[in-house]
């Protein structure tokens, strides 16, 4: 089975400054699927952004970034400029594309303070 | 479009009542997940629908839970009996399943449930 690992359980990062949030994960599958979902105090789940394993370029969504690293099996997301409404709960997620569509396999999080 | 609704937001159970929760997933999409997320940790997978057959029920905790999508749209997760660990919030989570390789899950609100 897969695990996901986050070790950070919070971050804290001035407001415009950078911050990385590490995450690392565990599988003996070639292809997979890699995500950074949001979670503000809302409780919605959002997508922040997403990483096919079969790519090699690293996925950028405006001021998000990731660091996959396949052979480490490790999968970074990095938050430039950061903004006051980035403060959140961060899942980093795995899911297998095996047998059309699986359930996502979630870390336990990093809760990310935003410092004004 | 409408995103996934859930109903009830918050819901307050003794010890031993039946709940009901339900999730509205967003119209046409195929795939439907439920998923349990208890206080401080992240979601983990209960139970997964495509249209009305209920394909992966593994992640259940135990026969109290049961979950049902008899027209393949709204579902319906039902807790009996309620115990104080029971006490979490619940995702649901929509996707079109169209594609070989469909990934993006949308998520619902979640249902915060306390069982006093």
Redo the contacts between chains.
Sequence with gaps: AQT?TQSQPEMSVQEAETVTLSCTYDTSESDY?LFW?KQPP??????VI?QEAYKQQNATENRFSVNFQKAAKSFSLKISDSQLGDAAMY?C?Y?S?IS??????????TRLSVIA | GAGVSQSPRYKVAKRGQDVALRCDPISGH??L?W?QQAL??????LT?F?NEAQL?KS?LPSDRFFAERPEGSVSTLKIQRTQQEDSA?Y?C?S?A?EQ??????Y????T?LTVT
């Design positions: 996901v699927y979902y809302s409780r919605q789940m959002i997508l997403r899942f997620a899911r594309p059309g569509n699986t359930p996502l396999v979630f870390g336990k999080g | 195929v795939s997940f998923y401080g940790q992240g979601p983990e997978f997964y495509q992966d992640g919030v995702l989570a996707s399943a070989v390789r469909a990934y993006e899950q998520f619902g609100p979640g915060r």
